[in-house]
């Protein structure tokens, strides 16, 4: 029998949801999304399952991963139930609930503790960042009070433990997900079609240009390069690049000395683009531009910030190299590059930067299903 958790409703306002007790379920919502099927019923299905403390049930629901959050539930909701804020939310609430810490819970549920730890992660890193150039003074000066083998392996323990925390996160969701395996399906779905999908959505947006049917009457007149489906597409190929511009500085040891190295290459690319993404969002959410963007929390904010200024620094740095300018200033700028890299990589599994494994993942499972068809 499903657990019911009575406090639920009360609890996922502190990960930024409205009052959905409102909704008198008409299903106005579920009817005007265009992303919604007869394999995909939200956010109806969802708000019902809130109203019922019904958590097992959300944390199982792939379809929470399915919304781009485009606002146009919310606009037709004829109670003011914000049906597109509770989705959102829901998918903080998701992240906090994989996540098995704890510590994603009071990140998402408190600002301040929010901004307390990523002051003291940077501080950590900052130590840590020492440890790469042992000889300066500063370094010599740190290390008599801090020995460098406890800065060093204290830093090593936190990476590990937060990759550590991606991946049992990773795993509760796909276990969440496969737990009751519909048993009516009944035409099997290849794992390789279903593949094959996936990377169709993740090189197009199909899914996502559907959803900015919302504000048409805002974006139509607009050229495809500023919507929103074409902003998150540079974010996420920006981030991507620069994982893989990372990893191949990493296993090849390119010196920092040329910008025509494969690496670089990728790594100015990419920086471009996340550069174009992250500033565009910002722009936004600061303007509000749409319904969409008007609520923004925190951890939409550093996430976008934090893209923004590894973007920002990477970029500078390449062109550094490209004028081989080697001063202080530069120096600064490539501290600030790794501090802010590294930040997101401790913060990845505590934060919105999980949705970019999550939401792939249901995606998978979503097409996997044999009953994804029109609503
Ligand atoms: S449109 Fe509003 S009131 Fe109707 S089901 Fe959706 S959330 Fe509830
Ligand atoms: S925010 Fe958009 S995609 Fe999400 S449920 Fe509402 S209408 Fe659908």
Wanted: aromatic share 16%.
């Amino acid at each position: 029998m499903a657990k019911i958790y009575p406090g639920f409703a009360e609890e996922i306002k502190k990960y930024g949801a409205k009052d959905f007790s409102a909704c008198y379920n008409c299903g106005n919502c579920t009817a005007v999304c265009g992303l919604t099927d007869k394999n995909a019923n939200f956010p109806r299905m969802l708000i019902r399952y809130g109203m019922l403390g019904q958590q097992e049930e959300i944390l199982k629901s792939k379809e929470l991963w399915l919304c781009y959050a485009c606002g146009e539930c919310s606009l037709n909701c004829p109670r003011q139930a914000a049906p597109g804020d509770y989705m959102s939310a829901l998918r903080r609430y998701a992240i906090a609930g994989y996540e098995p810490t704890g510590l994603t819970k009071l990140i998402f549920k408190s600002n301040p503790f929010s901004i307390f730890i990523t002051v003291i992660l940077a501080v950590v890193l900052s130590f840590f960042l020492l440890t790469i150039k042992p000889d300066a003074e500063v370094s010599r000066w740190i290390f008599n009070i801090f020995p460098y083998n406890v800065i060093h392996t204290m830093g090593l323990v936190i990476f590990s433990l937060t990759g550590l925390s991606m991946v049992i996160g990773v795993f509760n969701l796909v276990r969440k997900f496969t737990k009751d395996k519909v048993k009516a399906d009944k035409k099997k779905v290849s794992v390789w079609s279903s593949i094959k999908n996936l990377m169709n959505e993740l090189a197009t947006m199909k899914r996502y240009k559907t959803c900015d049917s919302e504000e048409e009457s805002h974006w139509k007149t607009k050229s495809e390069i500023v919507k929103p489906w074409f902003v998150h597409w540079m974010i996420m190929w920006g981030f991507i690049g620069l994982l893989v511009a990372t990893t191949l500085d990493f296993i090849l040891k390119d010196p920092a000395t040329s910008i025509w190295l494969p690496s670089r290459i990728i790594g100015t690319l990419a920086g471009l683009m996340m550069m174009y993404g992250s500033s565009f969002a910002i722009y936004y959410r600061i303007i509000k531009v749409t319904r969409s963007y008007k609520t923004t929390n925190l951890a939409d904010w550093m996430l976008l910030i934090f893209l923004w200024i590894a973007g920002l620094t990477g970029f500078w740095l390449e062109v550094s190299v490209g004028f081989a300018s080697d001063n202080f200033f530069n120096q600064i700028v490539f501290m600030l590059h790794i501090l802010v890299s590294m930040e997101m990589v401790l913060l990845f599994a505590f934060s919105k930067f999980a949705h970019a494994f999550y939401r792939p993942l249901a995606l998978y499972f979503y097409f996997n299903s044999a009953e994804v068809g029109k609503k």
